[in-house]
């Protein structure tokens, strides 16, 4: 089991932190990677590696692969801050990510935890990977605002928990 904020969310898995602008993510992923013996840190945000040992990505083709050469590994958890940049990718490269994701979760025994930022669309806040994304994730945490202080729920897939 991994702790996200007090809930207790399944291994093997898609775990998305959803979280609004100048939400500090990447202390949230460090405080989670404190609870695993494997972790592996992908930014490509920038702010993650300030935090803990992080492996730089900047372009679609490093993180292709920089996925693929976790093929190599077993058991351990992933986190990715950001992948909104998938977003703005054609379907069949985004397509290409989730297949790896999936592939490492299933074959490498893998957690995948993946920070989503949010844009404003028509005066609301929308998670900017969207709904494809939305489809294949195991558990999403929400992060908010209540006053002044942040505050988390979950929601989980219902085909996961079957």
């Known amino acids: 089991m991994i702790i996200v904020d007090g809930h207790e969310l399944r291994r093997n898995s898609i775990i998305e932190l959803c979280v609004l602008p100048n939400m500090m993510v990447h202390r949230i992923m460090a405080e989670i990677g404190r609870q695993v013996t494997d972790a592996v840190f992908v930014d490509t945000v920038g702010n993650l590696r300030f935090v803990t040992d992080a492996i730089y990505v900047l372009s679609y083709r490093k993180l292709v692969k920089t996925l693929l050469s976790l093929r190599s590994r077993q058991g351990f958890v992933l986190f990715i801050d950001s992948m909104t940049f998938i977003a703005d990718k054609q379907v069949p490269d985004a397509q290409k990510i989730y297949n790896i994701l999936w592939e490492l979760i299933y074959v490498n025994d893998a957690t995948v935890i993946v ?22 994730v195991s558990y999403k945490v929400m992060f908010r605002y209540v006053k002044s202080k942040v505050i988390s729920s979950v929601h989980s897939n219902e085909l996961f928990e079957r």
């Open 115 to 136: 920070s989503n930022h949010y844009k404003v669309h028509q005066s609301k806040l929308v998670p900017r990977l969207g709904v494809r994304w939305e489809m294949m």
